[in-house]
């Protein structure tokens, strides 16, 4: 499964991001991931087909992931940006028959 993600950039801490990320073909689980500088990659959020979603705490309330099945696509909607957020994202797909894909990563960075 190929991933083409989208939407990173600079914004000032307080603003808001809309990341993209398209699929080659349709996967049951699709999520993303954050990776600060620095340090490990690190699990943000997961959404089911059937729209089921899950977060970490740090993202609760302020990243909300959704998606449209019809074009294979997954979106993060992050608000209320903080630098602690600053990294580059990944979209992942993961599925018991096709097993694991990466996006090539999109940079956010927030400013103080």
């Known amino acids: 499964v190929q991933l083409q993600a989208s939407g990173g950039g600079l914004v000032q801490a307080g603003g808001s991001l809309r990341l993209s990320c398209a699929a080659s073909?349709?996967?049951?689980?699709m999520g993303w991931y954050h990776q600060a500088p620095g340090k490990q990659r690190e699990w943000v959020a997961t959404?089911?087909?059937?729209?089921?979603?899950d977060y970490v705490d740090s993202a609760k309330g302020r990243f909300f992931i959704s998606r449209d099945n019809a074009k294979n696509t997954v979106y993060l909607q992050m608000n209320s940006l903080k630098p602690d957020d600053t990294g580059v994202y990944y979209c992942?797909?993961?599925?018991?028959?096709?097993?694991?894909?990466w996006g090539q990563g999109t940079q956010v960075t927030v400013s103080s």
């Open positions: 073909k349709s996967i049951i689980n």
């Open positions: 992942n797909a993961n599925s018991p028959l096709l097993g694991v894909s």
């Open positions: 959404i089911t087909t059937a729209g089921r979603t």
